[in-house]
């Protein structure tokens, strides 16, 4: 290969060159011929051969470097332009070794932004405050906490399989507590601070938290659907087994109206709507009555988010983890995943954050490609963001009952 570029057409020609033809014959002339100029010897015989040395040496090494120094500019203008049509802002060699750069950058992007996006496995020493004191990391942190931004984060379900399998992969013990711990206590904490937050914006909003714990409460905290929708609940149960009467059914229809006012889809209300109706004469069956269960819990969720407008959405996958991504109004970090662990002093660690991240602007084509990606994993994953509001209440609740 070495050959090949050596002989290259182009550096020949520049060798051959009658610029360069001219200083190597120069440069013999001085130092062989030195007599027809000078008669003298001695230092001026050293000098000029110093100088035709110096000629003969430009006239051959200069052609080889420009040549090489064009090969290399004309793949460095090919990277570059590569780049600028790909609309890739930033190319950070690795979470672990461009840690401090990288985390700056996702700083810049969540600064600006009212949207934030995160696909990945954990998230730990992000969300968690006693991982990381790096104050570029505090800064992401505080931005995620602001009730302004609204925020979706996409786990991997601890429960999975692919879970169970990279957990092995990384030597096992870490990567489940790591997904857990975020679950059960990090990202609640968030939600506890963005509760906060709220509170001392605006003090009447702590009269909205105080009666949605109170309207959980009436449920039970491990029932997700509140008083009003219990009642539904029950009466829908009811009609299974004997039908309604009714005045019975007078108020289910009534308390279906009002969640229809509420905000919640009109298809959605008119199907339960049927049901109920069709209750009156032959009961439901047990998928009617399935069906009807599903759509209450709903409900009572959108309730909850509705009343605390807290802007915090959790789901989880079980497919195997494939990208880890960030994404902003106006950017997109993105960091392909693997199996991989190769042999070398990275031992039982986790092996993510070895691989580049690449920074996208909001005009690459590869933005709109893998938001589609986000989207598509959230539809077809587990919802428990009311599990980490009601979590991030509790705490709110244990705070004040301390305080008082």
């Known amino acids: 290969m070495f050959s090949s570029r050596f002989f290259h057409p182009r550096l020949m020609e520049g060798i051959f060159s009658r610029t360069f033809i001219t200083l190597d014959i120069i440069g013999l002339i001085l130092i ?7 008669s003298s010897s001695g230092s001026w015989e050293s000098t000029l051969t110093l100088v035709g040395t110096t000629f003969l040496t430009m006239g051959i090494s200069l052609p080889i470097a420009i040549f090489f120094q064009e090969e290399l500019n004309k793949a460095s203008f090919s990277l570059i332009n590569n780049c600028a049509e790909s609309g890739i802002k930033e190319i950070f060699p690795s979470r672990e070794t461009h840690g401090a750069d990288f985390h700056e950058a996702v700083g810049n992007a969540a600064s600006s932004s009212y949207n934030a996006d995160f696909l990945g496995v954990a998230f730990r020493n992000l969300f968690d405050p006693n991982q990381t004191q790096d104050h570029r990391i505090e800064r992401i942190r505080n931005r995620l906490t602001s009730p302004h931004v609204k925020l979706r984060i996409l786990l991997l379900d601890a429960k999975s399989e692919a879970a169970q399998l990279r ?3 990384e030597g096992g013990g870490t990567i489940i507590e790591n997904i857990r711990t975020a679950n059960l206590k990090i990202i609640p904490t968030l939600v506890h601070r963005r509760i906060n937050e709220k509170i001392e914006r605006d003090r009447d909003y702590r009269k909205i938290v105080d009666a949605v714990l109170k309207s959980d409460k009436e449920s039970s905290i491990a029932d997700p659907d509140n008083y009003e929708v219990q009642t539904v609940l029950e009466s829908v149960k009811k009609s299974a087994v004997a039908g309604l009467v009714q005045d019975e059914v007078e108020a289910v229809l009534e308390s279906v109206k009002k969640i229809a006012t509420a905000g919640l889809g009109k298809t959605e209300v008119g199907s339960v709507l049927e049901i109920i109706k069709k209750s009156t004469e032959i009961g439901l069956d047990k998928n009617e009555v399935e069906a009807v269960q599903k759509f209450v819990k709903k409900i009572a ?17 079980k497919h195997d983890p494939i990208m880890f991504m960030m994404l902003f109004d106006g950017s997109l970090f993105a960091e392909q995943y693997h199996f991989g662990r190769p042999h ?11 691989v580049p991240v690449i920074h996208f602007s909001r005009a690459a084509k590869a933005y709109n490609f893998l938001s589609a990606h986000f989207e598509h994993v959230w539809e077809t994953s587990k919802d428990i963001s009311s599990y980490v509001v009601r979590a991030g209440l509790l705490e709110y609740e244990k705070e004040k009952n301390l305080t008082f």
């Open 32 to 38: 062989f011929f030195p007599a027809p100029f000078f």
């Open 167 to 169: 957990d092995r992969i």
């Open 344 to 354: 070398g002093p990275h031992g039982r660690s986790c092996i993510g954050g070895h």
């Open 301 to 317: 969720d959108y309730y909850l988010f509705k009343e605390l407008e807290l802007g915090v959405n959790v789901r989880l996958y």
